[in-house]
T-cell receptor
Framework: EDQVTQSPEALRLQEGESSSLNCSYT??????LFWYRQDPGKGPEFLFT???AGEEKEKERLKATLTKKESFLHITAPKPEDSATYLC??????????FGKGTTLSVSS | DAGVIQSPRHEVTEMGQEVTLRCKPI?????LFWYRQTMMRGLELLIY????????DSGMPEDRFSAKMPNASFSTLKIQPSEPRDSAVYFC?????????????FGPGTRLTVL
């Protein structure tokens, strides 16, 4: 059973067209939800960590939010350089992360 | 800091051969992780170490896979013998366990192709 599910699998946006990516999780005892960005041919790059429902974090055009069952990554007025795969991961006990399969975002000018 | 260093970046080998992937974590980090990424299964944790000690190897697919961390600055992932289904990108990541956020920092990966 999938513990971390991301949707949609792929998203195409026009430059400036805001949208949201979803990450739903079923793990108990959440000890952190992580967002990463991955560019082709590179390793995932850390973006945010969220720990409790209601928490929000922002970085440039990205804002991550967390509820008890899901997290959203909001992208405001995206640019072509925001094109990448966005990965969500959760941490239970210990240090291991469980990753979702990601959402591939394409932003065209 | 140079970040997590992995070598080689690309490896092409024939079925049955031994493959060794190498990782140097970020200095000062005390947790090290090995992941495998494929289109079908996404990013999967294979094994992780805390303070050089293997903590969870339940993700290692078979006995053909083994990992070692002889010291705080070096780890290897070995596949012997390799099979075509092992073809994937293998990532090493490190973090500081016990810190506030525990974010993991990933290396650039090793793309393995087994013919």
């Amino acid at each position: 059973e999938d513990q971390v599910t991301q949707s949609p699998e792929a998203l195409r946006l026009q430059e400036g067209e805001s949208s949201s990516l979803n990450c739903s999780y079923t793990v108990s005892g959440l000890r952190g939800l992580f967002w990463y960005r991955q560019d082709p041919g590179k390793g995932p790059e850390f973006l945010f960590t969220l720990y409790s429902a209601g928490e929000e974090k922002e970085k440039e055009r990205l804002k991550a939010t967390l509820t008890k069952k899901e997290s959203f990554l909001h992208i405001t007025a995206p640019k072509p350089e925001d094109s990448a795969t966005y990965l969500c991961a959760v941490r239970q006990a210990g240090t291991a992360l469980i990753f979702g399969k990601g959402t591939t975002l394409s932003v065209s000018s | 800091d140079a970040g997590v260093i992995q070598s080689p970046r690309h490896e092409v080998t024939e079925m049955g051969q031994e493959v060794t992937l190498r990782c140097k974590p970020i200095s000062g980090h005390n947790s090290l992780f090995w992941y495998r990424q494929t289109m079908m299964r996404g990013l999967e944790l294979l094994i992780y170490f805390n303070n050089n000690v293997p903590i969870d190897d339940s993700g290692m697919p078979e006995d053909r896979f083994s990992a070692k961390m002889p010291n705080a600055s070096f780890s290897t992932l070995k596949i012997q013998p390799s099979e075509p289904r092992d073809s994937a990108v293998y990532f090493c990541a490190s973090s500081f366990y016990g810190g506030i956020s525990n974010e993991q920092f990933f290396g650039p990966g090793t793309r393995l192709t087994v013919l």
